[in-house]
């Protein structure tokens, strides 16, 4: 069974710095794909960020240039390092594989104030 964990969220003033942490279990982490989604509320959840099982990333243009996706596989962990947040980065933020292969987890919430 696939098992996804968000971690790493929080409160932070605006211009403030988190890094997000997903541990993988139950598959390759390595052979697959991983992308970082967030949930804002009263809002779809939207996708910000991919990367490759071989390092090719991608992120949205709505956070390109200040959110990084890395991984390390192994500790089969991707994490997601994001700077200048923005109130409008408040978002529950979750992780899965591209496509997806677990239900969607818990994700971890980030808060960010003015």
């Known amino acids: 069974q696939v098992q996804l964990e968000e971690s790493g969220g929080g409160l932070v003033q605006a211009g403030g710095s988190l890094t997000l942490s997903c541990v993988v279990s139950g598959i390759a982490f390595s052979t697959i794909d991983m992308g970082w989604y967030r949930q804002a509320p009263g809002k779809q959840r939207e996708f910000i960020a991919r990367i490759s099982s071989s390092g090719f990333r991608l992120h949205d243009r709505s956070v390109k240039g200040r959110f990084t996706i890395s991984r390390d596989n192994a500790v089969n962990t991707v994490y997601l390092q994001m700077s200048d947040l923005k109130p409008e980065d408040t978002a529950i933020y979750y992780c899965?594989?591209?496509?997806?292969?677990?239900?969607w987890g818990q994700g971890t919430q980030v808060t960010v104030s003015s």
């Open positions: 899965n594989g591209i496509p997806q292969i677990a239900s």
